[in-house]
């Protein structure tokens, strides 16, 4: 399969794997690549609502680019096996349908469940937002506070170990787990200095990366009813902010990160800073 996938996880709601599942993906449509998107949190469906709410704004105007969306509920097998095997067949199939895409961005809810797992199975990366805070942290791997060491890995750290191994098995593929700060507060505080060491610390032996995160910033959160995200806000509405144009450098250090280099300064003219 030629396709990449990305798998936006974290067994946590609200620390913004839907709001940043959108904007990869629509980075990734303005640099000129076939992306599909996959809302495998489609119960709850912020990303498919999202992608409505643009769906309508490119009504109005079609400069607007869209990603192919598909929502793809859990089985509603009783059987717990049952589940598993018909998640592991829509999912399968849904990829191979989707093959030809340069990328699917995958949205995944806060909670475990088998759809999600099966989805971080087939991740080239997975990408794991959190809040800057010790209680986020806590999900990703249990701290000793004394000694800022690892006590063990959390729930989700096992669970992604597990689903490296399942890709190691079916294909010898290999995940690449990228952990970064999402909501970060403007105030430099000891609790970030602290937070960020101990991330650092510790992601050698979670087997994650530590990317560069996104601070706290209200557009993020305007924008969702209009489908847009920061980059067609360049495009479409031309109006720019000191805040905005920092927000677009996080997302460019982004793309950096997931090896999509110069995605953002290839962008449409005049759209890059
Ligand atoms: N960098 C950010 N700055 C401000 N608000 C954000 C940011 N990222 C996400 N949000 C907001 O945080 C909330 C949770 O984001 P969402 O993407 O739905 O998280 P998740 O999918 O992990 O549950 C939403 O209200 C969203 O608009
Ligand atoms: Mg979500």
Redesign the pocket.
Same mark, same amino acid.
Request: hydrophobic share 15%.
């Given at each position: 399969m030629s396709a990449k996938v990305i798998v936006l996880g974290?067994q946590k @709601? @609200?620390? @913004?794997?839907? #709001?940043l599942a959108m904007h990869l993906a629509v980075s990734l449509v303005w640099k000129g690549y076939t992306v599909a998107t996959v809302d495998v949190d489609a119960r709850q469906g #912020?990303f498919s609502r999202y992608i409505e709410n643009r769906e309508k704004t490119k009504q109005l105007d079609n400069r607007v680019l869209m990603p192919f969306h598909t929502p793809l509920l859990e089985s509603g097998a009783a059987s717990k096996v049952e589940a598993n095997m018909e998640n592991s067949e829509a999912f399968t199939k849904l990829l191979h349908s989707l093959s030809g895409y340069d990328y699917i961005v995958v949205d995944t809810p806060?909670s475990d469940c088998s759809l999600s797992r099966i989805a971080h199975s087939f991740a080239d990366v997975v990408i794991t937002p959190v809040n800057e805070s010790f209680v986020d942290l806590d999900l990703l791997v249990h701290v000793d506070g004394s000694s800022a060491t690892m006590l063990k890995p959390s729930i989700y750290a096992e669970m992604v170990w597990n689903q490296k191994k399942e890709r190691a098995v079916r294909d010898k593929g290999q995940i690449d787990w990228i952990v970064l700060v999402?909501?970060m507060p403007n105030v430099i505080s000891r609790n970030r200095q602290e937070f960020e060491k101990i991330l650092l610390a510790l992601s050698k032996r979670i087997g994650y990366r530590v990317a560069t995160g996104?601070?706290?910033?209200v557009i993020?959160?305007e924008l969702?009813l209009s489908g847009l995200t920061l980059l067609d806000r360049d495009v479409i509405s031309a109006q720019t902010s000191l805040s905005h144009i920092a927000a677009r450098q996080e997302l460019k250090d982004l793309l950096r990160a997931l090896n999509i280099a110069d995605a953002y300064s290839s962008l449409a003219s005049g759209v890059s800073s």
């Open positions: 974290n @709601g @609200g620390t @913004g794997k839907s #709001t #912020t806060g999402n909501r996104f601070k706290e910033r993020f959160r969702f």
